[in-house]
């Protein structure tokens, strides 16, 4: 609805503006935290422009240096239950070279993902030396339950790194 204002040049045309027109505008203009608060915080916006919202905030985050870390502790919080969320995110931090970070923070039960993307985490973790304590923790306490993954596929990429090994070395952990 809008509002015609007669003045002695022009003709001043006002229109009322709601939470979806300042989340757009705040897009438009690159202020991706006071989007993101303001879409937080008005429930009743489409689904939509919340994830709009978050994914311009998250991009906005992984741009800058150490963004990836800060960006992986936030998705908890910003993709609550909304698997095609994750999904995306975690292919997003595959083609980044940054899943491990995403070891502590993947969601396991609510929303339980495709068997691929904790493939891909934890294949991430195998082929990095440096990461065997946090794959080692996931797989020894529980995290991921065996169900939820081929662990074979653990055992091909393992053997394409050390393509010198005749079995997988974590085989006892899970249990083929």
């Known amino acids: 609805m809008?509002?015609?204002t007669p003045c002695l040049q022009d003709i001043v045309i006002g229109?009322?503006?709601?939470?979806q027109d300042r989340i757009a505008w705040l897009l438009a203009h690159r202020r991706f935290e006071e989007a993101l608060s303001l879409a937080e915080a008005d429930r009743s916006l489409p689904a939509t422009l919340y994830e709009a919202a978050v994914q311009s905030y998250l991009e906005h985050l992984t741009a800058s240096p150490g963004g990836w870390a800060a960006a992986a502790q936030q998705l908890p919080r910003l993709l609550k239950d909304r698997a095609h969320l994750w999904e995306r995110w975690v292919f997003s931090f595959a083609q980044a070279r940054q899943l491990p970070v995403l070891a502590g923070v993947l969601p396991v039960k609510r929303p339980q993902l495709r068997g691929q993307t904790?493939?891909?985490l934890l294949a991430?973790?195998?082929l990095d030396p440096v990461h065997h304590p946090e794959l080692l923790a996931?797989?020894?306490v529980g995290e991921l339950l065996l169900s939820m993954f081929n662990a074979k596929c653990l055992c091909?990429?393992?053997l394409h790194v050390n393509q010198c090994r005749e079995s997988c070395p974590y085989s006892h952990l899970l249990s083929l």
């Open 15 to 19: 229109r009322y503006r709601d939470a």
């Open 2 to 4: 809008g509002a015609a």
């Open 118 to 120: 904790y493939e891909m």
């Open 138 to 140: 996931l797989v020894q």
């Open 124 to 126: 991430a973790l195998l």
């Open 156 to 158: 091909v990429a393992d």
